[in-house]
């Protein structure tokens, strides 16, 4: 007997950017509570967001505005990005593709960073399996885990929502 997963909708609320460094990071906050977290990531993924969130378009498509354009061309669309566990300090997500009769057509395993550069492309809910979220949002409140100093932030209060996708307590 499998248990229900509850599921929690989540927003992207910064993007910080380490000048310098691989590592970039994104925080991840409730849509209606207040928990959240950090996803370090790669810098090419937080270009991507940091593009999506300020409306900045580049002259060819790059790699998530391929796949989000592909899955438009056949016919389908993204219907949400789902975080769904956290093992050995590494987030994995899932992107739930549909039809267009509205029937989930397609499930695909994806990086937490690709998965969410995708979902702001396609302006669909970004949610996190409860379980992650509980542990999550405790590590993410550890002493000593702040992000490398000398980031630029980008808040995105309004959009909604790398390389490693690693839980901030790894480095």
Not at 85 to 104: H, K, M, P, S, W
Not at 138 to 151: H, I, T
């Amino acid at each position: 007997m499998t248990r229900e997963e509850t599921w929690v909708e989540m927003r992207l609320s910064r993007i910080v950017q380490a000048l310098n460094s691989d590592r970039q990071f994104i925080y991840l906050v409730e849509v209606d509570g207040e928990r959240g977290f950090p996803i370090m990531i790669g810098s090419w993924e937080a270009s991507e967001m940091d593009r999506i969130v300020n409306g900045d378009e580049t002259k060819r498509p790059l790699t998530h505005q391929l796949l989000h354009s592909t899955i438009k061309a056949l016919g389908a669309a993204l219907k949400r990005v789902d975080i769904v566990d956290l093992r050995d300090n590494t987030y994995f997500a899932q992107l739930v593709i549909e039809n267009r009769a509205g029937d989930v057509c397609a499930v695909v395993d994806a990086r937490p960073s690709d998965a969410i550069a995708l979902a702001l492309r396609a302006q669909c809910p970004l949610r996190v399996a409860e379980r992650v979220l509980a542990v999550a949002a405790q590590a993410g409140q550890a002493p000593g885990m702040a992000p490398p100093e000398g980031g630029s932030g980008s808040d995105d209060s309004e959009t909604g929502s790398g390389d490693s996708d690693e839980a901030q307590a790894e480095e």
